[in-house]
């Protein structure tokens, strides 16, 4: 019964994909999958319906992994035409960055030792003030005022960073 619908099957796919070979192929899988639902004792009514659904089904999935595939050697584009790194990988973001994070390592290290012990436990080892108070064995009012002293350098940091990265600062005045 299934020998019968072979030839309009494969003529049908041919029109949709204009290849034979690809058609023949997936002629074949809609096939061995009616053939495989058959052996598996699901009733099928209509075969020929199947046989064009499942074939329609994978024509679908054909065309969504050619899509998937589908994009512009990158070698043979142009310099000018290739697409850009993220921001992130781009070099002068990338010297920034490391800038911006020895201008706050180089003002975390100018703390007095007890005040950098403090922000560091507190900030970096996610202590509550509370056991930064209990580990350093001080008061928690002097853990506060430690990481106090200590965000409004690294705000001033900030500040200082920000004012070297503004149009203004690299302007000739």
Known sequence: MLERYYRELLHFLQRQVSDRDAAADLA???YARVLAAQHAGRDILDVRALLYRTARNLLVDRHRRTEVRRHDDLDALADTEQPPAPRHLQPEEALASQQILRA??????????????AFVLHVFDDLSHAQVAQQMGISVSMVEKHIVRGMLACKLCERSV????????????
């Open 28 to 30: 074949q899988e809609s």
């Open 104 to 117: 706050y390592s180089s003002t975390i290290d100018r703390l007095p030792p007890r005040c950098r012990e």
């Open 162 to 173: 920000g004012a070297q990265d503004s149009p203004a600062a690299r302007t000739p005045g």
